[in-house]
T-cell receptor
């Protein structure tokens, strides 16, 4: 039981390049989330998927797209990376109605 | 817009001290409040609180919720250097998406 896994762990991009961050969970959770974390800013929600087949914008969705491929997998895509997207990205999945979310190990992204 | 405010933003103590971390929230359709610990990697779940006045305890850590005054505290007694971390508080707004709104965190440094 791996919990929530993310790939890659670290990535360097040039401005304008695209990439997809992958996330998978093996806990049979319905809801999945993508956050970014910047120094002094806490965790900010980018997109979420309440259930398979649905996705919704969070607090900071601009410049990102998501795909809920199936119940296990939720990917985050940067179509044209910008230096402002340099951050640590966390994927999470939710257990139950009271909100407990479990986080993946994170992807550190540097956009030059 | 939902809001979670933590204080202090940072705190430096000596081993053996007791610390109290604060979290106030304004969350629509509030369901629960969660505390996480983050040590240079993914946040790990500590507590979930749903009812006022009932203390949750795990070893030297304890937490309580006041739903009337809209705040929670996290206490750590007899601090150890291993308690050094960022402590995050999050409010769950319920509904079908179980979204969390995070505070910016409290950076706790415990010196030997």
């Amino acid at each position: 039981n791996a919990g929530v896994t993310q790939t890659p762990k670290f990535q360097v991009l040039k401005t304008g390049q695209s990439m997809t961050l992958q996330c998978a969970q093996d806990m049979n959770h319905n809801s999945m989330y993508w956050y970014r974390q910047d120094p002094g800013m806490g965790l900010r929600l980018i997109y979420y998927s309440a259930s398979e087949g649905t996705t919704d914008k969070g607090e900071v969705p601009n410049g990102y797209n998501v795909s809920r491929l199936n119940k296990r997998e939720f990917s985050l895509r940067l179509e044209s990376a910008a230096p402002s997207q340099t951050s640590v990205y966390f994927c999470a999945s939710n257990q139950g109605s009271l909100g407990t979310q479990y986080f993946g190990p994170g992807t550190r992204l540097l956009v030059l | 817009e939902d809001k979670v405010v933590q204080s202090p933003l940072s705190l430096v103590v000596h081993e053996g001290d007791t610390v109290t971390l604060n979290c106030s929230y304004e969350v629509t359709n509030f369901r629960s409040l969660l505390w996480y610990k983050q040590e240079k990697k993914a946040p790990t779940f500590l507590f979930m609180l749903t009812s006022s006045g009932i203390e949750k305890k795990s070893g030297r850590l304890s937490s309580i919720l006041d739903k009337k005054e809209l705040f929670s505290i996290l206490n750590i007694t007899a601090t150890q250097t291993g308690d050094s971390a960022v402590y995050l508080c999050a409010g769950n707004s319920g509904g079908s998406n179980y979204k969390l709104t995070f505070g910016k965190g409290t950076l706790l440094t415990v010196n030997p």
